[in-house]
């Protein structure tokens, strides 16, 4: 749910952010640990987990960085 001073989409985009850096400071981790640490932090709906999970793990096996 976003805040009244959260515009939509916010939280999914700094989820991004977050997941990006973590990537980039632990290379050595699952994409899907990370993704979870981040969906727990940002607090993100089932909807937006899925979507996260849906491309960002993709992205691993088809070997393209975010």
Do not use: W
């Not at 640990?33 to 727990?40: A, D, G, M, T």
């Amino acid at each position: 749910m976003t805040t009244p001073t959260q515009r939509p989409g916010e939280r999914l985009r700094n989820a991004i952010c977050t997941f990006s850096e973590l990537l980039q400071q632990y290379p050595e981790k699952s994409r899907a640990s990370l993704l979870r640490q981040v969906e727990i932090q940002f607090d993100l709906s089932p909807k937006e987990c899925h979507f996260l999970n849906t491309h960002l793990t993709d992205c691993q096996d088809q070997g393209n960085p975010i």
